[in-house]
């Protein structure tokens, strides 16, 4: 007949320490990831709403140049007769 040996308390208590220092661990492990993703989706959405202003920039900038466009070819067409 074999005897299982129950690990002393002592035994016990380092590995709950442990196991504590591991969770603290994954802890500030996923806070980090959690602070840098709201840092990153932050700037993305900085980034996004600066290409959208300068998608309307394009756009205006775009009609703008396609009305005088138009009036100059037409002054040209005249100029030629």
């Known amino acids: 007949m074999t005897m299982r040996v129950q690990p002393d308390f002592g ?3 380092r590995l709950r320490k442990e196991r504590e220092r591991r969770q603290i661990n994954i802890d500030q492990a996923q806070n980090a990831l959690d602070a840098a993703r709201r840092r990153h989706d932050q ?5 996004q709403a600066k290409i959208e202003d300068l998608e309307k920039q394009s756009r205006a900038e ?3 140049w396609g009305e005088e466009r ?3 070819e037409a002054a040209l067409r005249r100029a030629r007769g």
């Open 11 to 13: 035994m016990k208590m």
């Open 43 to 47: 700037e993305a959405a900085g980034i």
């Open 62 to 64: 775009e009609a703008r």
């Open 70 to 72: 138009s009036k100059l």
